[in-house]
């Protein structure tokens, strides 16, 4: 009955149910999945943190390293582009959690101030391991590497004895707020058929069955607009009665155009990451150096906690400070507040925050790529010296950064004019549109601009 | 329960904080005062901080007096300071063991950290050694004649070479010494504690588990 009301046979390219396709439909109700990915995932994940923590203490060597930010950093915000927040379902941490709920688990409620300033304590977080890694040489530094993996293993410990589902997942990691962000503009989405589940009154996606547990991020289907919390783990699909639930294509950062319900936390995360990604990007040119010099004679010291800290809040504030202005010059046209535009307008970056963020890692991807050969093979007593780490030429990654640029700022672009058409009509629309559109226009020449200067490299 | 994360919390915060700014933690119990000396040509040479050696902020102080013990005035001092190649730190004895330099700067610079360009220093990769300067920093004459006093940051802990030169006469002589640079938390102790939290954390989850009804199961 209820399967009659889906849009059967409509191509999965015209917004679909790829669960008509019979293999998809297969492998999201095997029992098996996700697990097939997930355990293979923590055996990696092993093997990296046997690495970071008691392998060698050079990066340059050490295969965990390498497999962890030239391979895994770089490849997460494709991810989330393609797949929306798949990773977090196969996340090792998140398995983790899980085996740790299983045995031990009080599954106690989310604290409440988890649930009111979850995504607060993310964007802290965020800005505080960023800070953290400039800092201290996170990256660097194979065995930091291995503590900041320790401490959201302990997290999520923590999190996994005491409480229910995967609350560290969707309240405190700061990976999950990232991802939540950019899942938005992933060309994945889940939903339920509305029609179907407006009669269904059991809630088993939300609470499980037991084909089944519940909604691990606490979403329900039934009244999902965003993609932000969904991990596509396919619990849903195997618990509904009533196989409502659809998985579509949709065209990228389409689910920016219509937010129903936004949130300065997540507007300002966005704004956030552009500046983490300028400041990434910063620290890793190479006139880096007589910049950090020029500033430690500007303000007299040499103590590099003081010096990177002044440029890290000057990179975070100028997208908040250039976005907060905006929305003031575009209140003077819509009558909105500077918090309302703020809030609303705060989505359109995302779409260039992830090919900021694509974009530079791409760097590390492609011209560092050989080292997780290197290393690997050097486990095995193979040691290669002197040859290129890189995949392609410079000339090819910085074409595909400009052109990856180039799709974010059309994006970006398309979605503040959507955002403005949405709350306004005619020529107000227009007019709010336009100071979005210079401020999109200054964000993309900015990122541009550290595109065309050249990078260090990470291994 | 709130108790118990509490206590969770704190040790991991104790870690965290530990391992962030270890120094405080596992200083090696080097008296920072206690002066390393050594003579070159009929000068002597003492290095002394005016704390203990640490990651980060340091006040370094250097006396030269000459045979007679009077202090040596206006010798123009400077400092090469940097994490020293593992097998150079490995063949010396720890603290203040080097010899002296050879005179004249040609000699004196083969040793110099910053040139060891192909030699990665044991702790070089632990933290960017932003201010570990490869060109020579400039002492400052204290009110005491021969005490010549120097401010610095140290980005890394473990071996470090300093090389003090110095102009007698005219003459540019050099003192080579190293020190011991406590910061870095055993990696033992690291992750023990880190077994030890997570430890902690199932096991009180399982005693309260068996004390309690769950509230919803996954």
Known sequence: MATELKPQNKSIFAGGNLLQVKAIDQLMRSKWFPGIIQWPTLLLFMLIMFQLLLGPESAHDNLGTALTWVLWWPIIPILFLFLGRFWCAICPFATVNDLVQKFVGNNRPVPRFLKKYGIWIIDALFIFITWSDHVWGVVENPFGSGVLMLMLTTGVIASGSFFERRTFCRYVCFLGGLSGNYARTGMLALRGTPEICAKCTSASCFKGTEKAPGCPLFEFPKTMTSNANCVICADCIKNCPNDSIQLTVRKPTKELWFIRKPKIEEAFLSAVIMGIVFVQNVTMLEVWGSMLKWLENAVGTTNYAVTFSITFAIAIIIPVALLGLTSWIAGKFNKSSLIENFTRFGYAIIALDVAGHIAHNLFHLLAEGKSIFYTAIALLGQEVHGASPALVSMETIQFLQYGLIALGFIGSLYTAYRVAKNNHSGTLAWRTFTPYAVLIVVLTIMNVYLFVLPMAMRM | ?218
């Open chain 2, 1 to 218: 329960m709130r108790g118990l994360l509490h206590i969770t919390l704190t040790l991991l915060l104790v870690v965290v904080v530990a391992f962030s700014n270890s120094s405080a933690v596992l200083a090696d119990g080097e008296d920072g005062e206690h002066a390393l000396e050594m003579e070159v040509n009929g000068i002597h040479v003492s290095l002394a901080n005016q704390n203990e050696w640490k990651k980060g902020e340091n006040t370094i102080i250097v006396t030269l007096k000459d045979s007679s013990g009077s202090p040596v005035k206006n010798a123009n001092v400077e400092m090469l300071i940097g994490p020293m190649a593992e097998e150079h730190a490995e063949a010396e004895d720890s603290h203040g063991a080097a010899e002296p330099a050879a005179h004249g700067a040609e000699q004196g610079h083969s040793s110099m950290p910053g040139m060891e360009m192909n030699e990665p220093a044991p702790e070089s990769q632990e933290m960017p050694a932003h201010d570990e300067e490869k060109e020579p920093l400039l002492l400052e004459e204290s009110g005491e004649h021969g005490i010549y006093v120097l401010e610095t940051h140290l980005e890394s802990a473990g071996t470090h070479e300093v090389n003090v030169m110095f102009h007698v006469n005219g003459e540019m002589l050099q003192a080579n010494f190293v020190v011991e640079i406590p910061g870095v938390l055993s990696k033992t102790i690291v992750l023990w504690s880190f077994a030890a939290i997570n430890v902690v954390l199932i096991a009180s989850a399982g005693i309260m588990k068996k004390q309690s009804i769950p509230v919803k199961g996954r």
